[in-house]
């Protein structure tokens, strides 16, 4: 327990509670049941309870593929999800909660609205000044109507910056000055949300 | 320059007393005194008169006396004088007679009296000479007796002059009487009279007395009850009565103006706490919602429902049932935190104790004593669900078994009383303190599934009812812990 943050215990009741649930769904062989649970346990652990650590890349899409499964189990094969990443490319350190918030905001805000069929893309590739991870969806939200403040997507723009500004923190070299890790853009009927991982960083 | 009733009515109780008694006393002295003296006086008067009788009529008795002695001296001597017996007597007698007739003309007042005991003063002083001559007459036995013959004569008109002086007397005497009988009379209607008037006169000073006593204490009592049921209406009390009274009313409305200052006081005090507790519930709401949204309430509720309909398609009746009771409680959570049907709240408490149970097995025990029409009554969100909490995670998790919590909800008047009872380990009085005065950013959150501690609670309920009793908690070490809420029923 972490001192007397209630979102902590909030957190930690909650997932005592899931592992109450998951030991009884063991007694009653509800093996499906076990299995979302456990997907549930783990996407809630890492996103809260490590949510202020330094992850490697591949710890962190691990926990996208979590994701994933969980938004599968609840939706089917609606969802398309691609996942590039070129074996090769170093596994860099970053903040908690970069590429699974931009992947988790994509799929809450972007594509749970949309009606038809969801796509979900997450390329991760080495560029001339860094690694480039890039997050592209076909829901709705990123659209130049994005600026406006009564947008109703307003929620993801706040979690974008947030990302942004724990990258700026963790990379920035104070002599190189200010820079700007995420960007986003809109090409076609996909929504992108770019991140620069700096190599002076990696 | 004070008025005399009202100089009577600054004198002191203890003065009035004093005054009154003496009075009192003075006066049933002087009147006893007086009749006293009536009676003397009268007693007196009869006792004189009987006295004037009775010289008069030894005045008759002494001369037939003194003339019988005098007839045996002539009778029965040899006519010499020395050392005769009976001749002596007579003098003695004759005596005796003179200091009556004295006596009984100093003792008359009507001239008919003077005359005849003049007339009876002459007629024995003649007599007396008479009797002289015999005993100095040279003349024979005979002749002496002779003369005393005469003498006799005058001897016996002299009794009848007596005899008139006695009925005169007896007639003034009964004059006399009758006057005395009369005076007596007339003494007695004025004593019955006097005593009565006393009487009378007592009792309107007593009665004055104690109203002049009692009046300022009813006034006193009547302003002490005023004050003591808060009614603040004449806050000055006025008063012009004797001294301790006085006194009393300063005293009491010193006490008055106190109170009432301190009431004002408290009254402001709690009309800031009561904001400052507003403020501070507008806070706890701010920071609810905030918390509310960190943890994407909306994505946990609806993945639960999913995994619930997983687990009720492979079968899982507890799994399902017990997914369901958590993402009730989220349910819940989301709605915000306006009032709700107690009922509303009772379901949580169940959905609770659903997770609970299952967590703890036998170990907790958990109830709920509430009559059914009462859930229809508003109260303020999330206020049984921290509290049972609370029960649960400081009373019964250190208790190995039998613990137990009890929700019980009766009406009482226009309230509603809301009791979370348990059998826990309890709380020593520092800490109590302590949970209570805690701020929702230092509370020990263990267990917490709300984010909304004890003292929010207490807030909410004192803000919702304004009452100060509102909210009491009470623990006792190894018994237990009560919380009572007093909540308005409209």
New interface residues.
Partial sequence: ?RG???????????I??LN??HR??V???????QK??QC?DNH?RYK?LRKDEIVKLRTEMLQVDNLIN?FR??FGENLAYEKKVREDIPDPYLPSNTVLALAESAL?HGLVPKEGDWRLNIEIDEHEHGLLIRVADNGVGLAPSIMDPSCSCIERKNEIAAVNARLKEYFTNPESGDMEPVSISCSGMYNKVTILLPRSGL | MLKISEKVQRISIRGKLILFMTTVVVVISLSNLYFYNMAYSSMDDYNRLLRDYSQVNSLSIILIQGRDDFAEYITGSNGSEEDNLELYKYRISMDAINDLINKISASSNSLETVLQSNAVRNSIQTYSDEINNIIDSKSTKEAKYLLFLKAKTDSVYIEGYIKQLLNTKLSEGEWYHSQLISRVRTIRIINFTSVLILMLVSLLFIFAISKSITNPIKKLTQFARNVSSGNFVNKELEMKSSEEINVLASTLNQMSKNIFNMISIQNQLHEEEIKSIRISNELNEA?FLA?QS???PH??F???N??AR??M???????TH??ES?SSIFRYNLKGTEKVLLSEELKIIQAYFA?QS??FGERIRFDIRCRPDLGDIHVPRFILQPLVENAVIHGLEPKESNGMVRVKIFEESENLIIKVIDNGVGIHAGKLAQLLGQS????????????IGINNVRERVLLYSRKKDSFIMRSKVNLGTVITLNIPKS
Avoid: C, H, W
């Fill in positions: 327990m007397g943050d209630p979102l902590d215990a909030l957190i930690e009741e909650f005592s509670n109450l649930i009884l769904s007694s009653e062989n509800a093996g499906k049941t979302m649970v549930i809630i809260y969980i189990t609840r809450i | 920071r918390l960190q943890i994407a994505f946990l609806n993945t639960l999913a995994i997983f687990s398609f492979e079968g899982a009746k507890k799994t017990l997914i958590l997770i299952a967590r929702e950013e230092s509370v020990q959150r263990k267990g917490d599934t709300t984010g």
